[in-house]
């Protein structure tokens, strides 16, 4: 019976590629969509978020300070907050993995420099400047989220990322909501 499933599914996938060539596809697109998604490395993972969580909390504060809006300053405290609890989550899932990981505790050149440009941006543009960040830093995070969710080296981050995406959708949809009010 075995046999015949193995025959079964190599009928299958040769049917596809068949097609998918009879079509004018390529084979090898075809087998890249059949093969199974790769793991995403643990150590990659805790450092982008870990660098998206430190840069999330340090362009909050500079926002509660310089932010003009009520609303925008609001949204910087929930910055400040949850992504401290995210690096906390993340932290904990590693020990519990114990896989000898640090999240970034220093920010790199890349986010240094968003950060000086937050501090000496004008007064009057510093809202909508800092929200466009938001939405762009939280479409990135969402996707990394999603991602190591589905496919993630640790199951632990694993679940951990499957537990931050919908925050992230959350903190992505208000800062698209508040741009928005500021255009």
């Known amino acids: 019976m075995r046999a015949v499933h193995v025959l079964s599914t190599a009928a299958i996938a040769g049917a596809l590629l068949l097609g998918a060539c009879s079509r004018g596809s390529e084979p090898e697109q075809m087998l ?9 490395d643990p150590a990659n993972y805790v450092q982008t978020a870990g660098m998206s969580d430190l840069f999330e909390v340090e362009a909050g504060k500079v926002a509660g300070r ?24 993340i932290r904990d899932a590693v020990a519990a993995s114990n ?18 440009e937050l501090r000496s941006a004008p007064r009057a543009e510093f809202d909508r400047l800092y929200m466009e960040g938001q939405v762009e830093g939280h479409q990135e995070a ?31 949809d208000e800062a698209q909501t508040i741009l928005s009010g500021l255009q």
Request: aromatic share 2%.
């Open 99 to 116: 896989l000898g990981i640090r999240p970034p505790t220093a920010l790199d050149p890349q986010h240094q420099e968003k950060l000086a």
């Open 32 to 40: 890249a969509s059949l093969a199974p998604t790769p793991q995403i």
């Open 66 to 89: 310089r932010a003009r809006s009520g609303e925008v300053r609001s949204f910087a405290r929930m910055m400040v907050k949850d992504h401290t609890a995210s690096t906390r989550k």
């Open 142 to 172: 969402l996707k990394l989220q999603q991602s190591y969710g589905e496919s993630g080296g640790d199951p632990n981050l694993k679940a951990v990322a499957s537990q931050l995406a919908p925050i992230v959708q959350h903190h992505l």
